[in-house]
């Protein structure tokens, strides 16, 4: 898979069952998404609220996505909720094209930070923000789920 080959766009309900079989199929989806209905509900939310992106082949086959808010850390500073990429696609850079769009997309201001969290049991997903710039800005004990440390990751425009 080629990079000029995948575009980002807005996501709609076609792309919720997509969206909830790579968010299922994910270390991030297993941990807090007990069933099927849980993780599209929640999509479909987020989705009605125009806050997922999908990552699409030119046949429109759903590869990914992101999930994020351009006012989620204290009502100030966009805050990337989840980022998925199908199970086969993943290492092709597809993740590193959506967090991407995700600085280009989520805030106009020149100044702005961006925030993150990510979970003690995904190093390998750490490793790819401190690689993009992010860096840890604190623990969050047990914050999504008792067992389970988030580190909350910053990244400054510029």
Do not use: W
């Not at 759903?62 to 850390?73: A, Q």
């Not at 990510?118 to 190093?123: E, T």
Request: one cysteine or more; proline letters at 3%.
């Amino acid at each position: 898979m080629r990079k000029k080959d995948i575009h980002i766009q807005p996501a709609d309900m076609k792309y919720i069952d997509s969206c909830v079989e790579i968010l299922l199929n994910s270390d991030f989806g297993k941990a807090y998404f007990s069933d099927y209905e849980k993780a599209a509900n929640m999509l479909t939310y987020a989705v009605g609220h125009k806050n997922v992106y999908v990552a699409l082949t030119e046949n429109e086959k759903c590869l990914g996505f992101i999930y994020y808010m351009t006012n989620g850390v204290f009502g100030s500073y966009p805050y990337l909720h989840i980022v998925a990429v199908k199970e086969e696609y993943r290492s092709c850079g597809i993740g590193k094209q959506l967090i991407k769009y995700f600085e280009d997309n989520a805030s106009v201001s020149s100044s702005t930070k961006y925030f993150l969290t990510v979970d003690d049991f995904n190093p390998r997903a750490k490793k790819l923000y401190e690689n993009l710039g992010y860096k840890c800005v604190g623990e969050l004990p047990d914050f999504y789920k008792k067992g389970i440390n988030c580190y909350l990751m910053m990244k400054r425009r510029g």
